[in-house]
């Protein structure tokens, strides 16, 4: 089922419309199985199918992204990975002094093509 949105007419609200059921909210938010909906109605091909897809192509790019390699999805973006250096901290309650180990991070730089659409050019 895709998301439709409407204005709430009294106070302005954001209402989704999910499966014939209103939804108010303050933000709308797309979760995998609604992506998945709109992709297979959008393709004609099969929920279930469309979910398979969709898995193996974000197992692929968490595969890749982990082993440091980049996933460039030309005019949609680009996930790399990156490090974070080791830091000293404070705990917000004690305000005690913490070390924060090194870690690696996961970065997604959106595309021109994907900018634009975003900013309406």
Known sequence: MARIQHQHPSNGES????????????????NKQELIDAIAAKTGQSKAQTGETLDTALEVIKKTVSKGD???????GSFSSG?????????????????IPAAKTVKFTAGKAFKDAVNKK
């Open 15 to 30: 209402v989704r419309v999910v499966a014939g059921i209103y939804h108010l909210s303050r933000e709308l938010h797309m």
């Open 70 to 76: 980049n996933v460039q999805v030309i005019g949609f």
């Open 83 to 99: 490090k974070r250096a080791a830091r000293v901290g404070r705990n917000p309650k004690t305000g005690e002094e913490i070390k």
